[in-house]
């Protein structure tokens, strides 16, 4: 069984020291004047350099470009797209942190990239860093998107073909899947989809497995057209254990669970088995405390017989912008103790 070290989404944006106040000093200076759009640009750039730097640091082999440039999971995405404009801010579900409200105004359309540029920008800096001595050949970077249910459930309409909640989901996967499409020809082998909002919603699943179905049809596309490509479905923030085994069952090629909601799911998930490779969200990405990286690995020693593919993906429960970045720091390096006591 191969265990890949895997990044789940965000990394925080700044840190304690002054080259990582970088983005945060010169959006500031855009706020009074003094600094350019094309300033912030140039900072997110550099912080996502870094990001991945530090992700290759600590050891992890599917990387994500931290999602520097999102503001939130929302925003970034949606407002992107024609039909759409963002509005005030919202929780977002039981975190510290606050996201910009979509208002689907028309059907949502894309009209050019989503992140396909951030994904390309990602890969050169990626393979910079890895270097000439074979690294690079085993380290890739994975795009995220907020899937199409999440975004329609978070949204708020005034266009009234959009009002109910499918509609929405509908267009927006459809507009997704270009997306996903283009990443694909842009050389993305492997895409993660996030969709936390269904497990607290499990009265929404038609309407989820209906949009899911048009990501799915795009990957298929994809491949079809020659493209090397997995679709990754990944859950987080709310107990997934009612929805376990028909999550496990939906036509992705990986399934990433969050653990930390239900201490018994992991002997649930050992039970029933899996179909298909998981990804294993065990470390919690949302509390500073470190685990016992031998409780870690006991845990997925017993879990991976019972996971099918050959293959499962170990990484924090969800994105690492909930924490200080010394400590997201800590978390991957704490993956990859735990990889070496599986493996050793």
């Not at 600094?35 to 990387?63: F, H, K, S």
């Amino acid at each position: 069984m191969n265990l890949v070290l895997c990044s789940t989404g965000s990394y925080p944006r700044i840190g304690d020291s002054p080259e990582l106040q970088t983005l945060r000093r010169t959006i500031a200076g855009v706020d009074r004047g003094e600094r350019t759009p094309a300033d912030v640009a140039e900072a997110e750039m550099e912080m996502t350099r870094r990001a991945l730097e530090e992700q290759v640091r600590a050891g992890i082999e599917m990387l994500t470009d931290g999602q520097i440039r999102w503001y939130d999971p929302f925003s970034h995405l949606a407002g992107k797209l024609a039909g759409v404009k963002i509005t005030g801010l919202l929780r977002f579900f039981d975190t510290n942190t606050y996201f910009r409200q979509p208002v689907v105004t028309a059907r949502p359309e894309r009209r050019g990239p989503m992140l396909a540029d951030e994904f390309a920008f990602a890969r050169q800096a990626l393979a910079a860093l890895a270097g000439p001595n074979g690294k690079a050949a085993r380290l890739q970077v994975k795009p995220v998107l907020t899937g199409p249910y999440t975004l329609a459930k978070f949204s708020l309409a005034t266009h009234d073909g959009m009002r109910a909640l499918e509609a929405r989901a509908e267009a927006y996967a459809q507009a997704l899947a270009a997306e996903l499409r283009a990443l694909a020809e842009a050389g993305a082998t492997f895409i993660q989809v996030d969709e936390p909002a269904i497990v607290k919603y499990a009265q929404d699943w038609t309407v989820f497995v209906r949009a899911l179905d048009v990501l799915v049809k795009a990957r298929q596309d994809a491949v079809k057209a020659g493209n090397r490509l997995q679709l990754a479905l990944y859950v987080y923030f709310h107990d997934c254990a009612a929805l376990y085994e028909k999550l496990a069952n939906l036509p992705v090629d990986v399934l990433g669970i969050d653990f930390t909601y239900n201490p018994k799911l992991a002997e649930q998930v050992s039970a029933a088995g899996s179909p298909i490779p998981l990804g294993l969200g065990l470390v919690d990405g949302r509390n500073t405390m470190l685990e016992n990286p031998g409780t870690m690995a006991r845990q997925i020693e017993r879990l991976l017989p019972r996971i099918a593919g050959g293959c499962a993906y170990l990484g924090t429960s969800s994105g690492l912008e909930y924490l200080p970045r010394d400590r997201a720091y800590a978390k991957l390096e704490l993956l990859s103790k735990i990889v070496a006591l599986v493996k050793g």
